[in-house]
């Protein structure tokens, strides 16, 4: 069956972080708003000799930075000497005792509070500062402050409202000493607003429509919103897009220059623009997860994480749609390879082994999706990728179904990458020739000539036919067009046998 091809080939595309999966030699996974296929066949690592992180799990910048501030807690570096903060902690405390309590319990929730909180309170500070430089220094602030002081004064009641009231006093200090310093320069202390009632919520969402906003190109999408919202580290962020990390910060620089002089307004979307606004966002967390499918567990776990926040923030069909997507494709990671990397296509994967609680939660938000009689193009690719996930196995996988649905995303979004797959649909529901003709008519209009997973797939099909040697002149060809190791290793076991 066909694979995921790169859309930016055939389709709409973002640049080098665009990723291809192929799992199953028949079907393929359609890429949202890019036109890859919907049924899978195999799964492709573009770079196999990518680092992985630390080791091996998510490890986000935030958290890394949580360590290193709580390491230096004794050092007293510059930032930490601001002056003039007013006492944010004058609200009722709870942890506050005798010293004998230990200074450790209080340093864990100090660290348990920078990953959980850290995003939230930066999200704010960049609504109350107007500038993510700024917001970034004011959180490193923050916590440097609750590392000198929470072990003897006790964590706040509400740490949040701490961390963002200490680290906008101390940003305004520092503004005002460069007010002093530089004459004339602008005093922003009198325009932050005060914090009493501030919606986190609507922050969080506020910093994910920016980082995507349609003014930055694709690539400052995805760099922005992997570090300011999932909290990568740059080193992290640069290895995603294989290039060094002061390339990538000066990308970030650039992303926030241009937010900053183009004013590109820090807010959610009025209600008209939301469908195309949003359309941005989940793009960018597709490639996200398109990025870290294969190789990068820990990036795909980061869009799922950010797939499950906007469906909490933003509740879309949509965005119900791509979360159920990535959960269906990522219920069958544990099966997508042998131990070399070699590829295993899906019907030959152990279906025992997939996620089943994924799986049912994909399906549930499928419905989800569905009974909002708005579902759109993700919806569909996860509707298509739950009867797959559901079916107990290749053969008894309603095939039916899976064609009405590529109709279905065929009325909705044209393109020949879509129509290649519910061409291997076919095949599987009235067999071989009928897939073939569909793939011959497809490329004689000459739109997917240089695809190799279209010839991947026509050969796929001469060897169910029995036809050897057309298969093997097409699983050459499929040859000459791929590059990446683990699809070539899959078409050379095929070729071999024949």
């Not at 992985?52 to 935030?62: E, I, K, L, S």
């Not at 269906?328 to 042998?338: E, G, S």
């Not at 095949?427 to 897939?435: F, L, T, V, Y």
């Not at 004689?444 to 099909?461: P, W």
Request: proline share 5%.
């Amino acid at each position: 069956m066909v694979g995921q091809g790169d859309p930016n080939r055939h389709a709409k595309g973002h640049g080098r972080v665009q990723r291809v999966h192929r799992e199953h030699q028949e079907e393929r996974q359609l890429r949202g708003r890019g036109g890859a296929a919907a049924h899978e066949d195999r799964e492709v690592r573009t770079s196999p000799q990518r680092q992985d992180f630390d080791d091996g799990r998510p490890v986000r910048r935030d958290e890394r930075a949580a360590r290193r501030l709580l390491s230096h807690q004794g050092e007293g570096p510059e930032r930490r000497r601001a002056s003039g903060v007013a006492d944010p902690g004058r609200e009722e405390r709870h942890h506050r005792g005798p010293s004998d309590h230990g200074v450790r319990p209080a340093v864990d929730t100090i660290e348990s509070i920078y990953r959980a909180e850290s995003r939230r309170v930066l999200a704010t500070l960049i609504r109350l500062l107007g500038d993510f430089d700024l917001a970034e220094e004011a959180l490193q602030d923050a916590f440097a402050a609750a590392v000198e002081r929470w072990p003897q004064e006790g964590v706040p009641a509400s740490p949040r409202s701490w961390l963002i009231s200490t680290g906008r006093f101390r940003a305004i200090d520092r503004l005002r000493k460069r007010r002093r310093e530089i004459p004339g320069e602008h005093d922003m202390a009198e325009e932050t607003p005060d914090i009493e009632n501030y919606d986190v919520v609507d922050d969080r969402l506020r910093l994910i429509f920016t980082c995507c906003h349609p003014a930055l190109n694709p690539d400052a999408q995805v760099a922005m919103t992997l570090r300011e919202i999932c909290g990568l580290t740059t080193e992290q962020v640069a290895a995603a897009f294989l290039t060094t990390a002061p390339t990538l910060a000066q990308r970030i620089v650039r992303a926030k220059t241009k937010i900053r002089d183009a004013r590109i307004p820090y807010e959610v979307p009025e209600r008209a623009d939301l469908p195309e606004r949003l359309a941005s966002v989940l793009h960018v967390v597709y490639l996200v997860f398109n990025q870290g499918y294969f190789t990068r567990a820990d990036l795909a776990t980061e869009a799922i994480r950010l797939g499950r926040l906007l469906v909490d923030l933003l509740p879309e069909s949509e965005a119900l749609g791509l979360l159920a997507l990535m959960l269906l494709h990522d219920a069958r990671r544990a099966t997508r390879t042998t131990a070399a990397g070699v590829l295993i296509p899906l019907e030959e994967q152990d279906r025992s082994r997939w996620n089943r609680a994924q799986i049912e939660e994909g399906a549930a938000l499928v419905r989800r999706a569905f009974e909002t009689r708005r579902a759109g193009p993700y919806a569909l690719q996860a509707a298509i990728a739950a009867v797959h996930a559901e079916a107990p196995s290749s053969a008894a996988t309603d095939w039916s179904e899976i064609v009405g649905l590529y109709d279905v995303l065929l009325r909705m979004e044209p393109s020949p990458v879509i129509e290649l797959n519910r061409a291997a649909a076919v095949a599987m529901r009235d067999g071989p020739e009928h897939g073939l003709t569909l793939i011959d008519a497809i490329l004689a209009r000459g739109e997917l000539q240089e695809y190799h997973l279209a010839h991947a797939a026509r050969a796929d099909l001469f060897r169910r036919l029995g036809r050897k040697s057309e298969a093997a002149a097409a699983y050459n060809r499929a040859l000459a067009l791929a590059v990446e190791e683990p699809e070539r290793h899959l078409l050379e076991r095929r070729l071999k046998e024949l």
